[in-house]
């Protein structure tokens, strides 16, 4: 018997196992039920970030609510390599798309950061976690990284742990792209905002024995292309496209 | 003397060389004078293609024209390796987006395909023409990809020139990246549409001598992550980010 995975993904905060029953939230029902036109008998896939993928069948369907019954896991629970993603906030859309890239990339945790010519004084933590959630439900994935709350960059190195390596994207090293060392363990990958770091921070970075300077050709990227273009080396080199 | 290259770049269609005097055309001068607000004795960077880029001085600023007068050069010609990326046109933001990162990653050629999943019937060329202009002059490239018009992909295989390798990315060979082959010379990138390609075409590439599959990953990329993360792993293996 061949085991289909339905159409229709969910992220739920609910535990997943042979027969287990789901409810489903307001907004879950009104997605299924009047956006996607679902009724009972329809499948979905459902994961929580700890049980694998599951395929779910439509049991009740209210305009409030309804319940899905899990019928057969469609997939393992699988994690994306420990790799944080640390990236300055820019404008609304290419801020959005670089969440949703980190995803779909494999990142597992990703970090707003603040730093010297980052213009944002704030996020909405929220709906760029919604974006990593919807992400991760288009993507196949069984794992939606957090997004964490904006943090100034000269803090999070304050607290930096040390056995994370840490790869950032030297435009002032603009050309070949240097080899990723090839070091095993935790690793963050830094994306400057379009103003690019600072030369107070750039001689800060450099410094650190955990960081690792990398080119990205002899064009100027921006943001959110940086962003694919560092985790697809990282990817290759140490994660989970080798 | 250090030459420094100014912040606004532009791309025009004319000569550049020691003293050549350039004319704008009315739009150039509403962006440069009205938008930009530059005025006689600004400094603008300008480069249409072939004679690199060029230190350029305001002569005259009117609302509908202006004239600019080289003073320098600031970079070589340079062209991106000999590389076309073929792509399925998806929604509009998308599309333009691909077009945006296909120059930023150092395509030398954008060919919008038309697959068996491909719903887009015609494409606004002109528009992505002007997308991929905006993004050489944001990116410091001295070269402007053509986008060329919308072509059947069956059509376009059919007169494949046989010394240009093909790199198509196989959703149904989803897990390690397989490594790309070391061939020198002309390539092609295919992104499919988001539903993928079909089992024909899948088929049909798999036999041609030129194509290659390779793999992005375990998870599923949208076309304009696709995109760039196939640039990038092209780009490292045999292009200008080695």
């Known amino acids: 018997m061949t085991v289909q995975t339905p159409k229709i993904r969910l992220y739920v905060e609910h535990p997943l196992g042979q027969e287990q029953q ?66 300055a906030p820019i404008k609304k859309a290419r801020t959005d798309f670089i969440v949703e890239k980190s995803v779909e990339m494999g990142a597992r945790r990703i970090l707003p950061v603040q730093t010297a ?18 992400a991760a439900e288009q993507c196949g994935a069984t794992y939606v990284p957090e997004v964490a709350d904006l943090t100034r960059l000269d803090r999070l190195l304050a607290d930096w742990p040390e056995d994370r390596q840490l790869m950032f994207c030297d435009e002032a090293r603009a050309g070949a792209a240097t080899a990723l060392p090839n070091t095993p363990g935790p690793w963050a990958i830094l994306i400057g905002p379009e103003g690019g770091i600072s030369d ?14 990398i080119a990205l050709g002899p064009r100027i990227l921006r943001a959110d292309t940086a962003a694919v273009a560092a985790l697809t080396i990282w990817q290759t080199t140490l994660g989970d496209w080798q």
């Open 22 to 87: 789901v409810g489903l939230s307001r907004e879950q029902a009104h997605y299924l039920f009047g956006v996607m036109r679902l009724t009972v008998g329809a499948q979905v896939a459902l994961f929580n970030g700890t049980d694998g993928e599951w395929r779910a069948e439509v049991a009740e369907a209210g305009k409030r609510g309804g319940t899905l019954v899990c019928r057969a896991q469609t997939a393992p629970q699988t994690l994306p390599p420990d790799l944080w993603l640390l990236f």
């Open 117 to 134: 010519f980052t213009n944002s004084e704030r996020i909405r933590q929220d709906r760029l976690q919604a974006h990593a959630t919807e």
């Open 200 to 213: 107070a921070e750039r001689t800060k970075l450099h410094a650190l024995p955990y960081a690792h300077a």
